[in-house]
């Protein structure tokens, strides 16, 4: 059974830094396209970044430049390094695996982590 665990949020300053993980469980992790989405209260999840199984990476226009997306295989994790936090960056973030090749729409997602809240305070 794949889990997926997500971790590492918390309360940052504006331009501040945070690095988000994902341990996977269950299944390697380079089988699958890795991403992670926010969301906040009352919106739909939103697409952030992704990694293809072939370490191919692809970003929201809001967070290129800022965000870095990473996979770790021996530890079986994908990471999220936040840069230069903003006040919108706050949200609820996800992790997410797929079977299929890169997709940026949650329903195309098959698993989901827990979520991990991300304050960035003005």
């Known amino acids: 059974q794949v889990q997926l665990v997500d971790t590492g949020g918390g309360l940052v300053q504006a331009g501040g830094s945070l690095r988000l993980s994902c341990a996977v469980s269950?299944?390697?992790?380079?089988?699958?396209?890795m991403g992670w989405f926010r969301q906040d209260p009352g919106k739909e999840r939103a697409f952030v970044a992704a990694?293809?199984?072939?370490?191919?990476?692809m970003y929201a226009d809001s967070v290129k430049g800022r965000f870095t997306i990473s996979r770790d295989n021996a530890k079986n994790t994908v990471y999220l390094q936040m840069n230069s936090l903003k006040s919108e960056d706050t949200a609820v973030y996800y992790c997410?695996?797929?079977?299929?090749?890169?997709?940026?729409?949650?329903?195309?997602?098959?698993?989901w982590g827990q979520g991990t809240q991300v304050t960035v305070s003005s």
């Open positions: 997410a695996a797929a079977r299929r090749l890169l997709t940026t729409e949650a329903p195309m997602y098959d698993y």
């Open positions: 269950g299944r390697t992790v380079s089988t699958f396209t």
């Open positions: 990694i293809t199984r072939g370490g191919s990476t």
